[in-house]
């Protein structure tokens, strides 16, 4: 209480005042300043709080680099594999408050018949189902402290097929894909979103995989 701020200018106000009333026999008055400055005292008492101990709590905050979950439609015979591909990030004190949670942004999608040095080879919406795989490339900026996760969902002619969940480091643009092989039997119109733990969808793309007879020439459908 004696360290509050207004307690000094207050009491030197008062003193002013009481001695002012006293000279001009004012002492209704001065006995009216005394009093209420007594009960600003009694209710600054009464509000004084307990003095709680702060407990220091230490955030771990794990960094890895791993591919969590693969999920699949038991009626389907397609192969689903997927893998992702870190950019090395400087490491940072662990001991660091996390900051609130910022979403996650995706930066590139793309189909594309192949990787190679983490970059798509030949990116297109539309492929012969003679390929031996398909690949979904998606670059996401993930400016939180720990690692988060995004979906993969694929989706055949607008019914759910498969989903892959895909860890995501730390980076401005943490490249990652998942892949569908076996196409000779799944032509037709496929998509696949991205979304993020919560469930929002972050960004989709289409592509088609039409029918090739055996020397590559399209089938007239």
Same mark, same amino acid.
């Given at each position: ?23 001009? =026999?004012?002492?209704? /008055?001065?006995?009216?300043?005394? +009093?209420?400055?007594? #009960? ?7 509000? !004084? ?67 190679? =040095?983490?970059?798509? /080879?030949?990116?297109?919406?539309? +492929?012969?189902?003679? #390929? ?7 670059? !996401? ?81």
């Amino acid at each position: 209480m004696i360290n509050d701020p207004t307690i000094i200018p207050l009491t030197i106000v008062l003193l002013v005042l009481v001695t002012i009333a006293v000279f001009q =026999n004012l002492y209704k /008055i001065a006995g009216f300043l005394v +009093f209420t400055y007594c #009960l600003y005292f009694f209710i600054l008492w009464i509000r !004084i709080e307990p003095i709680v101990e702060k407990t220091k709590v230490n955030i771990e905050v794990l960094q890895q680099n791993q591919i969590i979950n693969s999920k699949m439609n038991s009626s389907s015979d397609m192969d689903v594999i997927f893998h992702a591909d870190s950019i090395k990030q400087s490491a940072e004190d662990t001991s660091r408050v996390i900051r609130a949670f910022r979403p996650l942004i995706v930066n590139e999608i793309f189909m594309s018949e192949s990787i190679v =040095n983490r970059t798509p /080879i030949k990116p297109n919406t539309e +492929f012969p189902d003679s #390929l031996e795989s398909i690949y979904c490339f998606t670059t !996401i900026e993930n400016l939180n402290a720990s690692p988060q996760v995004i979906t993969h969902k694929w989706w055949y002619e607008n019914q759910y097929f498969s989903e892959i969940d895909i860890e995501v480091g730390r980076s401005y643009n943490w490249r990652c894909w998942s892949k569908i092989s076996n196409l000779s039997d799944w032509p037709g119109l496929w998509k696949v979103f991205v979304s993020d733990t919560a469930g929002s969808q972050l960004d989709s793309i289409s592509f088609v995989v039409k029918k090739v007879d055996s020397v590559g020439l399209r089938r007239v459908q």
